[in-house]
């Protein structure tokens, strides 16, 4: 496919495009470049895309982290309804058998499992509707992000269970390499769902995306991290102080960890961002739409 690059944006556009989809400049073809685009975005029609200006080039923490916090805020009620259709009777049932799960190991394992595979539902449909968003300025229904998402489901499971074995391993070898493989595959969830390729491409492709970045990222990450745990701490606070006073809280339980799980998906917004950022400042400049 021949396309032209935006000389305002950098947003590569199909040639016979007259402006750009991301910036809405107009476009001249022998003001571009011809290239065959590495990505595979979902094509959606063209709108006034109010966050991909959100998206800065990946040179440094604050900026990624200001851009997720941005994009996460704005669409806060769309990533709550994503997240409650999922997990909510999963944490209905957690609370519910806490007490078993303390003495049979298997039940605790199998719970662990089933938030996991929550995450791994969540993830394809949040990144496919943030991207929609994006693009169009319109957020998708629940129902077609998670058709989307589904379709995506196997092959990021897949990755998912690839990427933990390789880290636990190598948190076991002295902790360093667990850390590095952590952050070498952070974009793995982004790859996954919006470029083709087996597992192993899409490992392959996070490690090489994340290579000189890994310091940022682990920045971006540790931030965000504490971000959250301040966010979800009053709440959490709460809980203990409830339970330890021996009133009843299974509502409350319920409702805290509903908020954790959504404030939780900031970290796949940060994921999305410092993937969209590092290809912002890749020589090719490869295209945030195709």
């Known amino acids: 496919m021949t396309n032209v690059k935006c000389t305002r944006c950098g947003v590569v556009n199909v040639l016979s495009n007259e402006i750009c989809k991301a910036c809405g400049l107009e476009l001249s073809p022998s003001a571009g470049y011809s290239e065959t685009p590495r990505t595979f975005y979902p094509e959606f029609p063209r709108s006034s895309p109010l966050l991909i200006h959100a998206i800065k080039p990946f040179n440094g923490v604050f900026e990624a982290l200001g851009s997720a916090v941005t994009i996460f805020s704005k669409n806060i009620w769309l990533i709550t309804k994503l997240v409650l259709v999922i997990v909510t009777p999963f944490e209905i ?11 049979n190991w298997q039940l605790g394992l199998g719970t662990f499992a089933l938030q996991i595979f929550c995450n791994v539902l969540i993830a394809p449909a949040l990144i496919y509707a943030l991207m929609k968003v994006m693009q169009t300025g319109v ?12 379709s995506k489901v196997v092959k990021v499971l897949l990755c998912t269970v690839m990427v933990w074995f390789m880290v636990g391993v190598g948190l076991v070898m002295l902790i360093i390499p667990g850390i590095v493989l952590f952050l070498a595959f952070e974009l793995v969830y982004p790859v996954a769902v919006l470029e083709g390729g087996s597992p192993g491409e899409i490992l392959k492709r996070s ?10 990222i682990l920045g971006a990450t540790f931030l965000m991290s504490v971000m959250l745990g301040v966010a979800s701490a009053p709440v959490t606070i709460l809980v203990a102080w409830l339970a330890f006073n021996g009133i009843a809280v299974g ?15 900031a970290t796949t917004v940060l994921s999305l961002v410092i993937y969209l950022g590092i290809l912002r400042t890749l020589g090719t400049r490869q295209s945030l739409l195709e």
């Open 93 to 103: 049932f957690k609370v519910l058998s806490v007490g078993e799960t303390r003495g």
């Open 251 to 265: 509502p409350l339980q319920v409702v805290a960890a509903l908020i954790s799980d959504i404030l939780s998906e």
């Open 139 to 150: 957020a998708p229904g629940i129902n077609e992000s998670y058709r989307f998402g589904i």
């Open 207 to 216: 490690y090489a995306l994340t290579r000189g970045y890994k310091w940022n």
